[in-house]
Structure formats: structure tokens, C-alpha cells
Nanobody, 124 residues
């Protein structure tokens, strides 16, 4: 079972940037598709971004495309989420997630393992 630990959240001002990190405990990290999701107060958790096992392809939710960048370092068992031009509506708990590759399944779905989340709060 993969254990995921997020870090990098905090209280920032609108327009700032943050880089979230997620470290996986599993030595087979490179075999997992990795994703980021977020849950804002009073809302359901939503998909944000995902990256393939090798890191050669990334998929984003339309609402974050152009401001968010997902990347991974398989040698460090770590996936990152770079967030630029933060907005108050980006305030949420951000979760890292992992799943095995399934060719017929969208990268936005089917995650089996989840971290505890890291809080991002953006003030206006």
C-alpha cells in the first residue's frame, strides 16, 4: 500500500505562487499515475491535475490550466504541483493521490491511494 505525505501548503496572498510536494513511501512509485485533487470548504473534492508514470504527459482541469503545473521526480518518489497567480478561489485542502495505470480510464478518475492533504489559503 502506498503512503502519501503532502507538504508545501500555507497562507498566501492573491497573486503569489506555491509549490506543493507529495512524497510516496513505495519504492515502486514510478509505476503509479499521480494526481492532485482539492476540496474547498462546503464543496466536493475535485480533480486538479494528473501525470503519467514517466512524466511525459499531464492532464489538467480546465479551471487551472495555464496556472498549475504538475511534475514528478521518480528518483525522489515525489510529485509536485506548482501553482502560480493564486486566487482566493484556490483556497482548499490539496490532496495527492496515486493509482495504477489503466489505459481505458481517464487520468482524472480511479485513484486508490490518498494523502492526508495540505491546506492552501489565499487571501485577497
Amino acid at each position: 500500500q502506498v503512503q502519501l505525505v503532502e507538504s508545501g501548503g500555507g497562507l498566501v496572498q492573491a497573486g503569489d505562487s506555491l509549490r506543493l510536494s507529495c512524497v510516496a513511501s513505495d519504492r515502486t512509485f514510478s509505476r503509479y499515475v499521480m494526481g492532485w485533487h482539492r476540496q474547498a470548504p462546503g464543496k466536493e473534492r475535485e480533480f486538479v491535475a494528473a501525470i503519467t508514470t514517466s512524466g511525459d504527459y499531464a492532464h489538467y482541469a480546465g479551471s487551472v490550466k495555464g496556472r498549475f503545473t504538475i511534475s514528478r521526480d521518480n528518483a525522489k518518489n515525489t510529485v509536485y504541483l506548482q501553482i502560480n497567480s493564486l486566487k482566493p478561489e484556490d483556497t482548499a485542502v490539496y490532496y495527492c493521490a496515486a493509482r495504477v495505470p489503466i489505459a481505458t480510464m481517464s487520468l482524472s478518475r480511479g485513484y486508490d491511494y490518498w494523502g492526508q492533504g495540505t491546506q492552501v489559503t489565499v487571501s485577497s
